[in-house]
């Protein structure tokens, strides 16, 4: 089964990541992000671990071809 995402999802994402990167993190970023996580993995009934997997290879990875 694919896993899905939302791109609201693939955003917050991609603005935790910058912020990690930059050593820059904050708390609400990261909140920000579990908690879209995990309201998005109850809503499509799909593995929140799945989802969040899934949703770190597509932002972090996303030049990636294997």
């Known amino acids: 089964m694919a896993i899905e995402l939302a791109d609201e999802l693939i955003e917050l994402e ?3 990541w910058a912020e990690q990167q930059a050593g820059a993190l904050t708390i609400p970023t990261a909140l920000a992000v579990q908690t879209a996580v995990t309201t998005h993995s109850k809503a499509t009934d799909q593995s929140r671990y799945d989802v ?15």
């Open 52 to 66: 969040e997997q899934e949703l770190k290879r597509v932002v972090r990875h996303a030049g990636d071809d294997g």
């Open 14 to 16: 991609r603005a935790a």
